[in-house]
């Protein structure tokens, strides 16, 4: 679904263990790293859209997560010139995307890469709150940001060092 400006909606994951780790997974036959993430199709609300992301990317249901919360807000980034196809209609000139922030209520053993019919993922780990923001493709970046900023005091409400 690609809206009237040029933006794809998606549905971005943030899957947090117990300990506040994040699940990191890696693009399949790449050396880049994400969250998992997806389209929404035009039948579907935001949440439809993150639970069968959810199944398709790492295997996991409604069962095996909690939701602690979503982005206030549509987050947007614009794709770098060399990857708008042009030549496709309508243009995609980037992602709007409505973050969830999930807990991980089941073991990370039923976390499954190969279920789909077109794996995106080939290995996943666990990392601290802050490190996708280092290792996330520049354009990203900002977009990262703002959801790990937004949902930093809901997986630390103690803790009053929440920001980097």
């Known amino acids: 679904m690609i809206d009237s400006e040029g933006y794809r909606a998606n549905v971005g994951i943030i899957l947090s263990n117990q300990d506040g780790m994040l699940l990191w997974a890696r693009r399949i036959g790449q050396s880049s790293w994400q969250f998992p993430q997806g389209g929404i199709r035009s039948c ?60 991980l209520v089941t073991h990370d053993s039923r976390v499954r890469l190969d279920l789909s019919e077109r794996p995106e993922f080939d290995s996943w780990r666990w990392v601290d709150y802050w490190r996708p923001l280092e290792e996330i493709v520049f354009f990203k970046r900002r977009v990262y940001e703002r959801a790990l900023t937004e949902f930093a005091p809901l997986l630390f409400p103690d803790d009053q060092a929440v920001h980097r």
């Open 44 to 103: 579907e609300t935001p949440e439809q859209a993150l639970f069968r992301e959810l199944k398709e990317e790492v295997g996991l249901g409604p069962e095996d997560v909690e939701i602690i919360g979503r982005t206030r807000e549509w987050l947007r980034y614009d794709l770098p010139k060399r990857y708008i196809r042009r030549h496709r209609k309508p243009v995609c000139i980037g992602q709007k995307q409505c973050w969830f922030m999930l807990r």
